[in-house]
């Protein structure tokens, strides 16, 4: 409703015959979900999933770096992917974003739009604790491209943390069109269940109080979307069923019955 208040992070799994396999909660990361909602798929298929569709809010190096150690073929922008223009995050008040800079390996060094190059500074840490490399260029001053970019005194900064060549290198992945068609399906089967959730059954805002009642309550509800589902989807098969040639929807209903279970373990 676009007021902002104290809120709980809440994660679901789904798969894509629109069914939740996970849940989870967490206090304010959205990233530390990713490793429970994993665990819970491969209760169900004793193998992680094929390719996680992941939102931005997942876009986060060092989770990127972990899923490709273990070998798990996920996407994930930093932007909305609504349209052609928005795979990658924007950058604020319309300037420049950090995605918009070439980091150039070889160099150790940024090209910026104007390609110029912003040089390695010096090393810092960031309010979470995190270490960073801090490049700067001395050429924004005359740059005819400054108010797109910086108006700071000092010229454009780049922060570079470690696992930033894994956002990079997912940036190129889904610049390729197969990849963004295989990602174009995310929208109708992840989105869903929020929706539903949050205006049909209600659920805009927590009715307990502590973590640990508020992830049950949030079980409560994927188990009560799940049972909608299965509802729906046996009666799809009764109809089918029912004419002489009919053919079942081809989903498998004892999975709705083994997400049920799922959705409460966690």
């Given amino acids: 409703d676009k007021v902002k208040r104290p809120a709980y992070k809440a994660s679901t799994l789904m798969h894509e015959a629109g069914v939740i396999l996970g849940q989870y909660v967490d206090p304010s990361s959205e990233t530390a979900a990713v490793e429970p909602l994993l665990r819970q798929h491969g209760q169900v298929f004793a193998a992680p999933p094929a390719t996680p569709l992941l939102d931005a809010g997942y876009h986060h190096g060092p989770l990127l770096r972990e899923l490709a150690e273990h070998g798990i073929d996920v996407l994930c922008p930093s932007g909305k992917a609504r349209g052609t223009q928005d795979w990658e995050k924007q950058g604020a008040k319309g300037r420049f974003a950090n995605t918009q800079?070439?980091?150039?390996?070889?160099?150790?060094?940024y090209v910026c739009p104007a390609q110029q190059l912003l040089s390695?500074?010096?090393?810092?840490?960031?309010?979470?604790?995190?270490?960073?490399?801090?490049?700067r260029s001395g050429a924004c001053g005359p740059c005819a491209l400054r108010a797109q970019c910086t108006t700071g005194t000092q010229g454009r900064s780049i922060k570079r943390y470690p696992g930033d060549e894994y956002k990079e290198t997912m940036a190129l992945v889904l610049s390729q069109p197969r990849a963004r068609a295989v990602y174009a399906q995310r929208m109708p089967i992840a989105?869903?269940?929020?929706?539903?959730?949050?205006?049909?059954?209600?659920?805009?805002?927590?009715?307990?109080?502590?973590?640990?009642?508020v992830r049950a309550e949030f079980g409560l509800y994927c188990i009560a979307f799940n049972?909608?589902?299965?509802?729906?989807?046996?009666?799809?098969?009764m109809a089918a069923s029912s004419r002489p040639h009919g053919a079942?929807?081809?989903?498998?209903?004892?999975?709705?019955?083994?997400?049920?279970?799922?959705?409460?373990?966690?």
């Fill in 101 to 109: 800079f070439r980091y150039d390996e070889r160099r150790d060094a």
């Fill in 191 to 213: 989105e869903r269940v929020h929706a539903e959730v949050r205006e049909r059954f209600g659920l805009r805002r927590f009715h307990r109080r502590g973590l640990r009642a």
């Fill in 227 to 237: 049972l909608k589902r299965a509802v729906r989807e046996a009666l799809v098969l």
């Fill in 120 to 135: 390695y500074t010096d090393p810092g840490r960031d309010a979470g604790g995190r270490p960073y490399r801090r490049y």
């Fill in 248 to 266: 079942s929807s081809g989903t498998a209903t004892d999975l709705y019955v083994v997400a049920m279970r799922l959705v409460w373990l966690e």
